[in-house]
């Protein structure tokens, strides 16, 4: 599984990227992988709004609210399937 993190590195992007890198390690989604893209061109492909998450290309997440920490364990036990 691919999971992006879209942001250019403010504090409520930086709180989703370390509550994306928790949720994953607390599921032992081994296979998981979480590129951190603060690169405007690339965020502006998937979103408009940041903070985004993005799993296997498909937008999960975008601006605020934040979503929790359950939250986001719901979305990627969703997305594994």
């Known amino acids: 599984m691919k999971i992006k993190v879209l942001g250019p590195g403010c504090k409520n992007c930086e709180t989703l ?3 994306t890198l ?3 390690e607390e599921l032992g989604m081994s296979d998981a992988y979480v590129e951190y893209v603060k690169d405007i061109s690339e965020i502006s492909k998937y979103i408009m709004a940041t903070p985004g998450l993005v799993v296997d290309e498909v937008v999960v997440h975008e601006g605020k609210p934040l979503p929790t920490a359950g939250k986001i364990k719901k979305i ?3 997305a594994k399937g």
């Open 76 to 78: 990627l036990q969703k």
């Open 17 to 19: 990227h370390k509550a």
């Open 22 to 24: 928790a949720a994953v």
